[in-house]
């Protein structure tokens, strides 16, 4: 599934066919696949990354669409989302968060998207990708 010199953390949808969240990495890179609990509103896994004596934890989350089979109300995400985050507080690493959370934070009319910049604001987290016409 990865090309040679690469390799994968994977972590499959559990109620559905097919989908789930993954991290693709060199294989000179030093990553450790952590443990992760499982939320109803969104997929995440989570690995870090070794640098001599530094580490960044990686995060990446899937948070599908409300109105599909599988999305959960906004509000439901936003309290897993904002309780996820708080317990790493304590972790070590620096947090990098990559994923596609389905939020059109570029639409300033979007109630939704206006509350998920406020968690992330309130907990301390920056948006590092310029925001076009696509959806975060």
Do not use: M
């Amino acid at each position: 599934l990865v090309p040679k010199g690469y390799n994968i953390f994977h972590v499959p949808r559990q109620k559905y066919r097919g989908g789930g969240v993954g991290i693709i990495f060199k294989e000179t890179l030093k990553l450790q696949q952590q443990t992760t609990s499982s939320f109803t509103s969104f997929e995440c896994i989570e690995s870090l990354l070794l640098a001599g004596n530094d580490c960044i934890r990686i995060c990446v989350i899937y948070r599908p669409p409300s109105g599909g089979k599988t999305g959960q109300p906004t509000a439901v995400f936003l309290d897993e989302f904002e309780d996820y985050i708080d317990s790493h507080a304590t972790t070590s690493g620096q947090l990098l968060i990559c994923g596609d959370f389905n939020f059109h934070v570029e639409d300033p009319a979007n109630e939704d998207a206006k509350r998920f910049k406020d968690v992330l604001y309130s907990l301390n987290l920056q948006q590092h990708v310029k925001i076009g016409r696509a959806h975060v």
